[in-house]
């Protein structure tokens, strides 16, 4: 959408200007077209973007019955207007208030201390630190993941489904994600859009646009990439594992996720709905974790969204972080090659202990803030026990829940001994046939696009600045605590005598030697 031509009818104008007004709703034409109708604009299956009768987008003539309100600890209290359909409307209009109560927060409490920094924290991985600002959703320890304030029960009782469905639907809470409301049906559709793939960011940064508009190419890139990653992700998969078969077109009375399975080839509706859980509860973790914290790093050089969310998925792409998924079923088929079905108690425990015993974690379990089951486990239990309560992967999954909080209690070293959401996940995917375990984190990636990237329309809305906290030497921050001990190689140059450096030659002969090995011509070309 032209970003000169904001604001919707009926509502304050937006910070760059108001758009021409819409045309005036026409009754439905024929009994499919159903955009006036709020019960069965539900369905997104027979209430595509735009109507079936005047293929023009309309204002609905009834307000949504019983919409529901931002929770009371919701981290967000700005409600755009309820009529607003375009969500860079509704961004345009929220924007300058958010702007405006940060800084007057700011004001106030700029110099308020809000912790200590203790030396352990700083090699601690910044655990428990606080030091960043991310908007869209805030992780309990108890409790789990809120989006926006709403617990995943929450989401997945409000938040809009598909037509015969019972999961949520992913593009609901991208909407919620974004503006902390729970969207109505004709504003869901409004998410869906489908643009070109180059960053318009990018390209209007490089042609010397006013910070203040940055949030807006921001924005479109972001759509853009929503809409285009499940294409993506499709064909990588068609092309390892269904011999480069073509994805075929996207069917705009479809949902998102239902789109992505026909492209990947999966006609069970029991699939879909599982994909639709799937693709919401991995959406967002809060700020800390290594692909939010990554994007949001990226991001605040400016770098597009494109480049950040591609630096995010290569952090969710180690084993302690989005990995875990495919590590946890590596780990049960290693465990029922070598025990067989119907294992005792005891040999799993025997199991386990081996694992911990030979250095490894026990993947799938323990988590770096939460302290208890995690609710994208227990949802995910719930759907395999309504629909796959006899599998026996699912069986074996439900039998380690009673025995590995115990053994990782008895260790002692665990903080946190609960299954999280990777220890489930991956079981659900191949019971309905996705058995290629090295996709589960491409998987993951398409719906970590939502939580990361709603994040960072907002983190340039709010103009957040260059991330750069400071590092320390071990030899600086002992100094600095008043601890007194040797003289270490990372200690102050003047503390030190200077060195002939000895191997210096060999360390220049062993790069050169590495250097020709990994970039011969040879290796360019292919
Ligand atoms: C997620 C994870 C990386 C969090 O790490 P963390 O914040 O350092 O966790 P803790 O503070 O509880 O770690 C304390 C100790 O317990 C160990 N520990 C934590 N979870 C463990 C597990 N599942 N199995 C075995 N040991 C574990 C840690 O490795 C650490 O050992 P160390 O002191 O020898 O280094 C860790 O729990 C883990 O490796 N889990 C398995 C991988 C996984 O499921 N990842 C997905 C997370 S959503």
Excluded at 19 to 38: F, G, L, M, N
């Amino acid at each position: 959408m032209d970003g000169a031509t904001v604001g919707s009818p009926g509502q304050r104008p937006g910070v760059i200007g108001q758009r021409a007004p819409r045309p005036p709703p026409c009754p439905p034409k024929s009994p499919q077209c159903s955009v006036v109708s709020w019960e069965c604009s539900m369905c997104p299956l027979c209430c595509p973007p735009r109507c079936h009768c005047c293929h023009s987008k309309h204002q609905p003539t009834a307000s949504p019955p019983d919409a529901p309100p931002a929770p009371q600890d919701s981290q967000f209290s700005l409600s755009p207007s309820p009529l607003s359909q375009n969500l860079k409307d509704v961004l345009a209009s929220m924007i300058p208030k958010e702007q405006a109560r940060i800084k007057s927060f700011r004001q106030q409490h700029g110099s308020t201390a809000i912790g200590q920094i203790t030396v352990d924290m700083v090699y601690g991985g910044m655990r428990g630190m606080k030091g960043l600002i991310y908007e869209t959703s805030v992780l309990d320890p108890d409790e789990g993941i809120r989006f926006r304030g709403f617990s995943i029960p929450e989401c997945q009782k409000l938040l809009p489904k598909a037509a015969g469905g019972e999961e949520p639907l992913p593009e609901g809470l991208f909407w919620l994600l974004v503006t902390g409301e729970v969207p109505t049906p004709e504003q869901l559709s409004a998410a869906i859009t489908a643009l070109n793939s180059e960053s318009k960011f990018a390209r209007a940064y490089a042609e010397g646009i006013n910070r203040v508009k940055y949030w807006e190419f921001v924005y479109e890139d972001a759509m853009d990439l929503i809409a285009k990653l499940p294409c993506v992700a499709a064909k990588i998969y068609r092309n390892l594992y269904r011999e480069g078969s073509s994805i075929g077109a996207i069917d705009p009375n479809l949902d998102w996720s239902h789109n992505f399975t026909n492209m990947l080839g999966y006609t069970d509706p029991q699939f879909i709905e599982l994909m639709r859980l799937y693709l919401t509860i991995h959406s967002d973790h809060e700020g800390g974790n290594v692909s939010a914290h990554t994007s949001h790093l990226v991001g605040s050089a400016l770098s597009d969204p494109y480049l950040a969310f591609a630096a995010a998925m290569n952090g969710l792409a180690g084993p302690l972080h989005g990995l875990a998924n495919q590590e946890v079923l590596l780990w049960l088929t290693d465990l029922q090659k070598e025990l067989g079905q119907d294992v005792s108690d005891e040999k799993l425990r025997d199991f386990i202990w081996n694992t911990l015993n030979s250095g490894r974690v026990v993947p799938g379990y323990g988590h770096a803030v939460l302290r208890k089951t995690d609710p994208r486990y227990t949802c995910q239990r719930e759907f395999a026990l309504k629909h796959l309560p006899k599998d026996p992967m699912f069986k074996l999954v439900a039998q380690l829940y009673k025995i590995v909080p115990n053994v990782l209690l008895e260790q002692g070293k665990a903080k946190n001994p609960w299954p999280n959401v990777d220890a489930h996940s991956g079981v659900l995917l191949q019971y309905y046939g996705m058995k290629e375990m090295k996709y589960y984190t491409v998987l993951f990636g398409v719906s970590r696009a939502l939580g990361v990237l709603s994040q960072l329309i907002w983190s340039r809305a709010l103009g957040f600045p260059l991330e750069r906290p400071k590092s320390m030497s071990t030899a600086g921050l002992m100094q600095l605590v008043g601890y007194k001990s040797g003289i270490r190689p990372g200690s102050p140059a003047s503390e030190r005598q200077p060195s002939s450096s000895p191997g210096q030659a060999e360390l220049t002969q062993e790069f050169l030697h590495r250097g020709r090995r990994s970039w011969s011509p040879l290796a360019l070309q292919s």
